[in-house]
């Protein structure tokens, strides 16, 4: 809080009395000497010794100062100032905004931002001090502390680094954390929405400036090759050439000249041939450097291993053919992903899902009304329109995802942590499902489900910000933890970061651009992380100013003293003194007659 605060700052127009008080003394004028025989008929009139036709040397006795003393302390008077009591400091709240649009610029509003801090504390008092990262989620730095030496290390994690700052959150938790009495201060490049209030104050610093950035970039392997869709923007008022550069290490395959309208997005789209992991694609320095390096990985999928054993030969076929068309699977008998079985007391081990076929040999066909879970993965694109479904009215276990009115013919069980038990119940000689469009989009789908829990990075391209899921191998039944009970994240610095598994998964907190390695088990995954965030990379809105006001009415008579009455006061001492010399100062009380003083004064 301020050391000092005034309520009326049109009073310091009161300052303009001291020129006026300077040219009194200063403005003097003086007499030219005119002899005379006798003084007789002039001794009652009083002498105006300093007066003239010209200019003198400003000669400033003590009774200007004085004077200049008690213009000052009424002025001050006037001023309403309030000074805040020894015990009454407030504590600050600091809310940091995180986001990536804080480092743009040069220098950047961060840096900005944390030199008018460092200034504000070195002038202001406060009880304590605490500080708040506004990102996707409002985060504490370290504890209340008083002494400013220890702002270092809170300043430095202060990385801004998050896709977002979700300011209103911070607030609302930093008067949850400090209390009703705490003052905010939020730091940050936009101007506020609504104004601030009470006991908050909203420093900007940032500035509207052009940006041209790369927005979204896709890299996806096909059959062809590597497809690139990649998104630029141009964030100005004015057109904008660029050169967009496609590079692989060192090597650079193709420059893209792109010319931007105002507030235009281009999207384009190159085919390239798989011949690096790694994919680099870059444009110009501009006001934000973060935007214009995007690295992507290639995709690496692996396949997923499978093991049929149905007796019935049509269903068996049927099954062979629609696994061959996904063209993602492999046949592996010792240790599959995806068992399907007719067999019911098929037991697999915990990294195998099984699929049950039951089998029947006496139903109904059945044409509806079909019964989907949409939520479900399996059940995506499939619409059954035009199919019979052979199956009995017996009830199977598990929790249904198909239904044919009020019977089952889909169900789902749940067993361990992440292995899925699913039951088709079926009459082949009463079913036209095998030979129907719906037949192949089901079992892509199951093995597409299953693809998505096998070990590993749920993706390898990312965003800065994102939490990366990563599937470690489930469970044994005979062991309690995992043979390895973390997983590795080496970053692109070097540093090497270590994160718990628990129930199979481990969750990373991606806060670095560039090419990341994940480490589990003896195998390693390649991820990408990239700053792909639109609103951050417009900095067209940014601005500078300061919203809001700690000091209110209820603050100043809580914790502030008025100095009015303290300056009056003085004000009146000084005016007694100077009334005091300049009545010491008269001849008549000097001890000389006042017949010598006109003859002294004439020589």
Known sequence: MPWLVWTTPWALLGLAAIPALVAIYWLRLRYRPQPVSTLLFWRHIPEMRDAGARWRELQL??????????????????????????????????????SLSMQAGQPSAREEAEKALRQLLQHHSFSSLRFLLAGTTPQRLGHAFREVSELEGILSAWQCREPTAVLDRAIVAAREWAGADALLL?????????????????????????N???????????????????EVANFSSQPQNASLI?????????????????????????????????????????????????????????PVCTHIEVAHPQLRTALEKALRATSLTVSDRAHPHLLITDRSDRRPNVTTWLVEMIVEREGEALTGPFLLDQQHPLCEGLSLRDVVWGAGRAPIEGIPIISVGSIPVLTETVRGWDRRHLRVR?????????????????????????????????????????????????????????????????????????????????????????????????????????????SESDLRSRATGRWGHWVTDDVMRQDYRNLSSFFLLAALAVLLLHGWLVYRSQPQHQGIPQRDCWKLDTK
Request: aromatic letters at 6%; hydrophobic letters at 45%; one cysteine or more.
């Open 426 to 534: 079926l009459v082949p000689e009463l079913s036209t499902w095998p030979r129907s469009p719906d037949w192949p989009i089901f079992w892509a789908n199951v093995v597409h489900w299953r693809r998505s829990h096998l070990p590993g990075p749920e993706r390898v391209n990312a965003r800065l910000g994102e939490v990366l899921r990563v599937r470690t191998t489930p469970l044994s039944a005979s062991s309690s933890q995992n043979t390895e009970d973390f997983v590795l994240c080496r970053l692109p610095t070097g540093v090497e970061e270590k994160f718990p598994v628990r129930q199979s998964e481990a969750f990373i907190p991606l806060r670095h651009l560039g090419a990341h390695e994940i480490v589990l088990a003896g195998q390693r995954w390649p991820v990408a992380v990239n700053m792909l965030h639109r």
């Open 246 to 302: 496609l590079r692989l290490a060192d090597t650079v395959l193709q420059t893209i000249p792109i010319s931007l309208q105002p507030g235009e997005t281009q999207t384009l789209h190159y085919t390239l041939s798989p011949q690096s992991e790694l994919l680099e694609v870059l444009l110009p320095d501009d006001a934000l450097l973060l935007d214009n390096h995007v690295w992507l990985m290639h995709t690496k999928q692996g």
């Open 212 to 230: 041209l950035a790369i927005t979204h970039a896709v890299r996806t392997a096909t059959a062809e090759g590597d497809r690139l869709v990649i």
């Open 186 to 210: 939020v730091l940050t490049d936009e101007p506020p929405k609504d104004d601030p209030g009470n006991s908050l104050q909203w420093w900007a610093f940032g500035s509207a400036q052009s």
């Open 61 to 98: 006795p003590l009774l200007f100062f004085l004077e200049l003393l008690v213009l000052l302390a009424l002025v001050a008077a006037a001023l309403g100032v309030h000074a805040l009591l020894s015990d009454r400091a407030r504590p600050l709240v600091v809310i940091l905004d995180d």
